[in-house]
């Protein structure tokens, strides 16, 4: 049998977020997750569950500015994500918060995600508000996640725009970005998304009588 080539094998590693991680990081049998991430007694060992995932070429290519004259070599708007599952089964507090901003702020991570079993304390809100300016944190309940949004038949697929994809919408329909509908940021699919205010989601519809059609809408 032919080996794979590099370009398949890359292609299977990467997420529909376009974030790398291995296809058996993603696809683990039940058998294997108690095996690795339970306690002897069956319940969840979430100080295991933590990984971190970089973005493909293709999604640092998207969402990098091109080049001016004062940025010849801009930085790409993704990096790479830290992933934890908070052990706290008690409120999450302001020291739990800070000790998961500060290890996503030195090891240079661009966005943390921290998934907790109970909900944060105003305080610990309050951290993620202040740090939000150069490190991007979301925190999500375990019981939020334990359906998958985008694969409901309901929901059609959505693709984030680029800063450069969103200025060729606005100009080829002539429209100023308040003239498009709207999403709100807390919207469960601009959350499974990461989308921040001002970005552009383009949604693809299916239709009986128009086939496939797209329409746009801003977060705010």
Not at 82 to 105: D, L, Q, R, T
Not at 107 to 126: D, E, H, M, P, Y
Not at 179 to 191: M, T, V
Request: glycine content about 4%; charged content about 30%; some cysteine.
């Amino acid at each position: 049998m032919e080996e794979e080539s590099s370009a398949s094998v890359h292609a299977k590693e990467v997420t529909r977020l376009d974030y790398e991680l291995a296809e058996d990081e993603v696809k683990i049998s039940l058998d294997r997750f108690r095996l690795e991430y339970t306690n002897d007694d069956g319940s969840p060992n979430r100080s295991k569950m933590q990984f971190s995932a970089r973005p493909s070429e293709s999604m640092i290519k998207k969402f990098t500015p091109p080049p001016t004259p004062s940025n010849p070599d801009p930085a790409p708007e993704c990096g790479t994500i830290w992933v934890e599952f908070c052990p706290e089964k008690a409120s999450i507090g302001i020291n739990v918060m800070k000790k998961f901003v500060e290890h996503c702020g030195t090891n240079n991570f661009k966005a943390g995600i921290l998934v907790t079993a109970v909900a944060l304390s105003a305080q610990a809100r309050k951290v993620m508000t202040v740090t939000s300016q150069y490190t991007l944190i979301e925190c999500f309940l375990e019981e939020d996640l334990l359906v998958n949004i985008t694969h409901h038949e309901l929901v059609p697929k959505h693709v984030l725009l680029s800063r450069e994809e969103k200025t060729a919408l606005l100009k080829r329909y002539r429209l100023k970005e308040t003239q498009l509908p709207r999403i709100l940021s807390k919207d469960p699919i601009a959350r499974y998304l990461g989308l921040k205010k001002g970005q552009v989601v383009k949604i693809i519809r299916t239709s009986e009588t128009a086939g496939r059609y797209a329409s746009y809408r801003l977060c705010v």
